[in-house]
């Protein structure tokens, strides 16, 4: 079946206390992307990868650190999380400039 | 800028009528594409419909068709025949060009349908 998975779906953790979310699709796509939602203000990007080895950054980079080693993954590395980075994640793949994009099942974070 | 609007933040219909919801977006590119999502309560962000911007005709998936006015930059989301599994948060999206050649997806802030039985 093709899917993008993340993991956690669910985390709590403090302050400072570095942490990755994983990402990994199954679709042999080139391009993955991390966006980030909060209420009342849609869908924001994060970061791009649009191969492997290449990252931009998107609308919302600060504080946030992604690789991309291998085409199917693309983790999200938080260094340093502070309160304002509580948020629901999602990741999302396509092939480059393909029709849609494939989002994984979001992973909610709370930062206390 | 490229910016999606979608103005209606709440919408409610009775169950088995249509409903419209709103998008309207701005971008210098000749070339975009416009998609609606859905998002349940689940979170889950479930893709509905696409429009490139070169198709003469409006995009339709089963009971979801796409009202697209390239003139007035606008992509309506029709939804005919209601049902109660349609409640949910819908978004609207343009597929952009990025300054370094990539693309990426600019979201509107959504809209919450809700359908009474």
């Known amino acids: 079946e093709a899917q993008v998975t993340q993991n956690p779906r669910y985390l709590i953790t403090v302050t400072g206390k570095k942490l990755t979310v994983t990402c990994s699709q199954n679709m042999n796509h080139e391009y993955m992307s991390w966006y980030r939602q909060d209420p009342g203000l849609g869908l924001r990007q994060i970061y791009y990868s649009m191969n492997v080895e290449v990252t931009d950054k998107g609308d919302v980079p600060e504080g946030y650190k992604v690789s991309r080693k291998e085409k199917r993954n693309f983790p999200l590395i938080l260094e340093s999380p502070s309160p304002n980075q509580t948020s629901l994640y999602f990741c999302?793949?396509?092939?480059?400039?393909?029709?849609?994009?494939?989002f994984g099942p979001g992973t909610r974070l709370t930062v206390l | 800028a490229q910016k999606i609007t979608q103005t209606q933040p709440g919408m409610f219909v009775q169950e088995k009528e249509a409903v419209t919801l709103d998008c309207t977006y701005d971008?210098?590119?000749?070339?975009?594409?416009l998609f609606w999502y859905k998002q349940p309560s689940s979170g889950e962000m479930i893709f509905l419909i696409y429009?490139?911007?070169?198709?003469?005709q409006n995009a339709t998936e089963g009971r979801y068709s796409l009202n697209f006015q390239k003139a007035r930059k606008s992509a309506n989301l029709v939804i005919s025949a209601s049902q109660l599994g349609d409640s949910a948060m819908y978004f609207c999206a343009m597929r952009v060009r990025t300054q370094g050649g990539s693309e990426k997806l600019v979201f509107g802030k959504g809209t919450k349908l809700t359908v009474n039985p």
């Open positions: 971008t210098s590119d000749q070339s975009y594409g």
């Open positions: 429009q490139g911007s070169y198709d003469e």
């Open positions: 999302a793949s396509s092939q480059v400039q393909g029709l849609r994009q494939y």
